[in-house]
């Protein structure tokens, strides 16, 4: 089969980058200080000049905010402070005529409490009809309700606190895994999952190219809601082992695939976000046979980082521990699944200052050198806003800095319990959700070219000197480097289409790997110095003098020795794959 045969048979989307949109933060046209979609209109030719291929646009539907859009009031519509249903139209036709497909954000574990769902269950009696749209319980027997301790299980929120909220009218408790302002469905209802499909519908209907699913492995919970493991110290306990990949998740995603993705003759991209999902597992959701989903998001190697006490106890990482994780998914998803591939997204730090180094002497080579190892992996790789200009972590300086529900939530509980408030805001600093959310560098000017009134959360003060107006200017910039990187993709099958094999697990600067393709006949040697020195590699045989197909580094007089940060990735042609493709 030729390299240009197999890439036709195979899905469009394992040979696509997909660029990730936190609207709120991308974009503001009309200078209220949040970003909106006529402003990533107007910034649609920066992205086709990238060359990715999906946009993934995070929610824009009416919300609340009180989790920054992922509190959704109404599924089939756009939020005012976006813009309107009309500018969504836009939106997608300006997408599409630049050969470029749109994928929503999909939040549908839980809703707004000012949904009409919730609102008609709450407010409908015990026995109204879409009171068990949601889950609620009583105290727990011999507990007064309302009081600490009475809720019907110990579990914790995601965001601090109990996954209870009390609710005084009926006597009743909702349950919320994150804020207690998103109460989570009751997908056992047959009702609500007819409902979330005929939605779903709706916008492909309307034009949309698929889907981002939010934690959609928590829909399925162990209708007994037992109690979880409460750890010593701990107030509240972790319920993950009753709702995380639940007892019917395989089901409602399968019935989801049936009753809104089956029969269409466009091919659709599906992913889902997956918090605590296995590869096993993951080896079921994505293949194809079973026709769940297309990849899902993992987590594993973005907690490798976290101490015993979670996201908000850093610790330095070990690259063994990531050569580890990534190989592991890499195999496991070889024969039937598939993998997507990120550093970056709405939730997490900025990788050049969590992996790399920002520093001014570093900052390009290490986040081109982070890009390189992750582009150069099997799977679908995912750009957040920024990253492909090295955008870093904020200097943020007090709590009142900070947006983010999450990390408010945080340090008021932490310091409530004596924790030291300086720790938790340095803490803070290194992990929470606000250094992905920082507006879009877009120029030197006052507010990055992101809008011209005040920001809705304060810009980077580096953006005088990281910022997209700069980088295009510079052929040898980030930017630039991932154009290369995302043209590679699209051209070169070995990367899309080939195997991988991890070389060195052991070595605790170097970062290796093979990918092999056989109908191409054509082996690419991945190369990457994960550290701030330079680092002369052994070789594997047979790669001397080889042809260099990207680097981030100038050449050097000693081609055996990568310098600090540097990567390359070396390309051969095997006469061996290639007979054996003749056979």
């Known amino acids: 089969m030729s390299p240009a045969h197999a890439a036709a048979v195979e899905p469009w989307w394992k040979s696509a980058v997909v660029y990730q949109i936190y609207p709120r933060s991308f974009a503001d046209s009309n200078g209220d200080g949040i970003g909106d979609i006529p402003g990533i209109i107007g910034r649609l030719d920066y992205l086709s000049g990238l060359g990715v291929d999906v946009i993934w646009l995070s929610p824009v539907y009416p919300s609340p905010q009180d989790d920054n859009g992922y509190d959704i009031s109404d599924y089939q519509g756009v939020d005012p402070v976006f813009g309107t249903l009309e500018d969504f139209d ?14 929503m954000d999909l939040v549908v574990n839980h809703t707004s409490d000012e949904h009409p769902w919730f609102i008609a269950s709450r407010d409908g009696g015990k026995d109204g009809p879409k009171r068990d749209w949601y889950w609620w319980r009583p105290a727990r027997d011999g507990m007064t309700p309302g009081t600490p301790g009475a809720e019907p299980t110990n579990w914790a929120s995601w965001f601090s606190g109990p996954a209870w909220e009390y609710d005084e009218a009926s006597g009743e408790y909702f349950l919320h895994l994150f804020s207690r302002k998103q109460p989570d469905l009751n997908w056992e209802n047959p009702e609500v999952r007819e409902a979330v499909h005929a939605m779903m519908r709706w916008w492909l209907d309307r034009g949309v190219d698929g889907f981002r699913m939010d934690v959609i492995n928590l829909i399925s919970k162990n209708p007994a809601l037992p109690d979880g493991h409460m750890a010593e110290g701990d107030r509240h306990a972790d319920g993950g082992q009753h709702y995380v990949c639940g007892p019917r998740i395989h089901e409602f995603l399968a019935e989801m695939h049936r009753e809104v993705f089956a029969g269409r003759p466009e091919r659709l991209l599906t992913v889902g976000e997956m918090p605590g999902v296995t590869v096993e597992e993951a080896e079921l959701f994505t293949d194809p046979a079973r ?6 998001f993992q987590f594993e190697h973005v907690g490798l980082d976290s101490g015993p006490g979670g996201k908000f106890d850093p610790r330095p990482l070990r690259l063994v521990d990531l050569k580890a994780s990534l190989g592991r998914w890499q195999t496991g998803l070889h024969e039937t699944g598939w993998n997507s591939l990120y550093w970056n997204n709405h939730d997490q730090p ?7 180094d920002d520093t001014p002497g570093h900052r390009t080579r290490s986040a081109t050198m982070l890009a390189t190892v992750l582009h150069l992996h099997r799977g679908t790789p995912y750009i957040y806003q920024g990253e492909e200009l090295a955008m870093a972590n904020h200097p943020f300086a007090t ?24 720790r938790v805001l340095t803490a803070l600093r290194a992990r929470s959700r606000d250094n992905a959310r920082t507006p879009m560098q877009w120029d ?4 990055a070219g992101f809008t011209t009134g005040t920001p809705w959360i304060a810009v980077n003060p580096d953006h005088r000197h990281i910022n997209a107006e700069t980088q295009l200017a510079d052929p040898h910039s980030v930017f630039h480097y991932y154009r290369r990187l995302i043209h590679l993709r699209h051209t070169e099958p070995a990367i899309a ?9 052991d070595d605790e600067q170097l970062y290796a790997f093979l990918r092999r393709h056989q109908d191409s006949g054509t082996e690419l040697l991945i190369l990457a110095n994960f550290t701030g020195q330079p680092l002369t590699p052994d070789l594997p045989d047979g790669w001397t ?15 055996h020795t990568l310098a600090p940060w ?16 003749e056979q």
Do not use: C, W
Request: charge should be negative; proline fraction near 6%.
């Open 90 to 103: 836009k939106l997608l036709a300006a997408v599409h005529e630049r050969g470029m497909k749109l994928i």
């Open 291 to 296: 026709a769940e989903l297309d990849m899902v």
């Open 350 to 356: 900025r990788v050049v200052s969590r992996y790399g």
């Open 399 to 422: 709590i009142d800095d900070f947006r983010d529900i999450e990390s408010l939530n945080h340090f008021r509980e932490a310091t409530a319990a004596g924790e030291d408030p300086r």
């Open 444 to 447: 030197a000017s006052e507010h």
């Open 497 to 505: 289409h080939g195997d991988f094999h991890m070389l060195a697990p």
């Open 545 to 559: 003098g080889t042809e260099t197909l990207i680097t981030n580094a100038p050449p050097s007089g000693d081609p």
């Open 566 to 581: 540097e990567a390359r990735v070396h390309r051969r042609r095997t006469p061996r794959l290639r007979q054996f493709t």
